[in-house]
């Protein structure tokens, strides 16, 4: 890139990052310190603000390069993840949603710790909610510094590892200084200016075949190199049963996922009421479904203004087609609108990445303050000794995301985003379902239903070809893979609900039937909630 690019994107990501610092800082110096206000926001958003948080917390950098990407290599396949991204969020409206704002208080472990035995199911929940966030933290981190070092032109090993370490410090002094509030702010900029980029780039697209969809998807096919399969299902799951199974086994783990997701069922206690809750959703699903569908406008504007060929030779993976599509449409490499637009694509990646590790990194300090420390603590744990902890959760959590990131930084992390879905909806989704719908379920359902998901889910992941046994393996020497499958969501979906059953159906433990009535009032009327 030249240098006229790299030059202007610094200014935009400079100009970002001291438009959140100073939100952060301004927060910070008018925040009480409580638990609530920490893990939160003194539940003070109104449905709109926390509308755009959500859509912000959701829409991470790999939706607005990798789905893009990915319709410009492959086309129709490629566009079935926008599709699963997008139904995931009836699940979280239909069945979650409200039911979580009314039973729980700032974590997942706090609507299941509700009618069983606290410490124990506390534990069980953390553990699971920090492996999910720390995956998904990883990967981003790892996306922070491949992406960011490529579109400032640096590609050597020391321009990635600084961007690394440079992400991970803005993250923790984001979560440890403004906590909730901060980062809601962060997302609700974050989501404007993503939207806002992604209408601009739509428009252009549209505009370069005059509004015709239908010249666009048929330029795409002839730029492709596939003809019209490339507006067909098949180009990229439909070889052997192996690759359809896995496809399923994506596609499961997409849609289910999201329910289970720490930093998303978070988000639902920042607003005052269940009713708040489900609006907050209606929003995002607004915001998220109309940025899904200027996805694949990008994603075959890119096949048909660059070529996939030309996609594919900048980035294997297809991950910076947005940005060359932009430098296209600005008028090319070297012109003023090129520049410009390129660099705000930049910022606007950057400004993703950067809102989705802060709402992830202070979920998952929330359940080590919130659930494992104060389970070990019990009731000697108070609210600002909880709130300490967090802070310094959330610098070891960033530190460890860091190491990680580098450590991972040459190998193929694309994984850990369909990993940390796979878990989720393994070892969350079931014992948050069973909490909330199921009379019987008992404290040893609730433990099984999360070991019985969490276990296989990352068991399944180390013996499957993502870990070894193939080329592009993350150690392609060595072969000890026996299951065929990349992502395990197939099988430990059906594995965490059975562990869930078998465990209550084996217990000696008689469920508490007076309890589950309180949380059933509780979760459709709201009485009593906080």
């Not at 299941?112 to 035995?117: E, F, G, H, L, Y």
């Amino acid at each position: 890139m030249s240098g006229h690019h790299q030059t202007l994107a610094l200014l935009l990501f400079s100009a970002f990052i001291a438009v959140t610092l100073g939100i952060t800082t301004w927060v910070s110096r008018n925040r009480r310190g409580s638990a609530e206000e920490f893990y939160a926001g003194g539940r003070l958003f109104s449905p709109l603000e926390n509308g755009f948080a959500i859509a912000g917390d959701y829409m991470s950098a790999a939706s607005f390069l990798g789905i893009s990407g990915l319709i410009a290599l492959y086309g129709y396949d490629g566009m079935l993840y926008s599709v699963g991204f997008l139904v995931a969020w009836l699940v979280v409206l239909l069945l979650v949603a409200e039911l979580v704002r009314n039973c729980g208080r700032f974590t997942l472990a706090d609507v299941v710790a509700s009618r069983m035995s606290e410490r124990r199911v506390r534990i069980a929940a953390g553990t699971s909610s920090v492996t999910v966030s720390v995956l998904y933290l990883v990967a981003q981190m790892v996306g922070a510094g491949s992406l960011v070092a490529l579109l400032l032109g640096g590609t050597s090993e020391a321009a990635r590892s600084w961007t690394v370490i440079g992400v991970g410090a803005l993250m923790v002094i984001y979560v440890s200084l403004g906590g909730m509030r901060a980062t809601t702010w962060i997302q609700i900029v974050k989501a404007v200016l993503l939207m806002a980029g992604a209408i601009a780039m739509t428009v252009l697209v549209l505009a370069r075949f005059h509004g015709d969809f239908n010249q666009l998807l048929n330029s795409a096919a002839e730029r492709s190199g596939h003809g019209r399969d490339f507006l067909a299902p098949g180009l990229r799951y439909g070889g052997d049963w192996t690759a359809r199974l896995d496809f399923v086994s994506l596609g499961l783990a997409l849609v289910l996922g999201t329910a289970g997701l720490p930093h998303i069922l978070s988000r639902f206690y920042t607003v005052p009421t269940a009713r708040a809750a489900r609006r907050s959703v209606v929003w995002s699903i607004g915001l998220i479904g109309s940025f899904y569908l200027m996805t694949i406008v990008l994603g075959f504007g890119a096949a048909a203004v660059l070529g996939s060929d030309e996609v594919r030779k900048s980035n294997a993976a297809g991950n910076t087609a947005v940005p060359l599509l932009a430098l296209d449409l600005g008028g090319g490499a070297g012109s003023t609108g090129g520049t410009v637009l390129f660099a705000v694509v930049a910022a606007v990646a950057f400004a993703t990445i950067l809102a989705v590790v802060a709402g992830i990194t202070l979920a998952s300090s929330a359940s080590v303050a919130h659930d494992l420390y104060a389970s070990l603590k019990r009731r000697r744990a108070r609210a600002h000794s909880e709130v300490a902890v967090a802070r310094v959760a959330a610098a070891g959590i960033g530190v460890a995301a860091i190491a990680l990131g580098l450590l991972a930084r040459d190998l193929n992390v694309a994984f850990l985003v369909g990993l940390a879905f796979a878990v989720a909806a393994s070892a969350n989704l079931p014992v948050l379902l069973y909490s909330l719908f199921w009379r019987n379920f008992t404290t040893r359902g609730a433990v099984w239903a999360v070991y019985g998901g969490l276990v296989p889910a990352v068991l399944l992941v180390v013996l499957s070809p993502v870990v070894s046994g193939s080329p592009e393996a993350l150690f392609p020497g060595v072969d000890f893979h026996v299951f065929p499958l990349q992502n395990p969501g197939l099988v430990s979906i059906p594995l965490g609900f059975l562990a869930g059953w078998i465990g209550t159906v084996t217990s000696t433990e008689p469920p508490d039937e007076a309890k589950h009535a309180e949380t059933e009032v509780r979760a459709l009327t709201g009485a009593g909630a906080v």
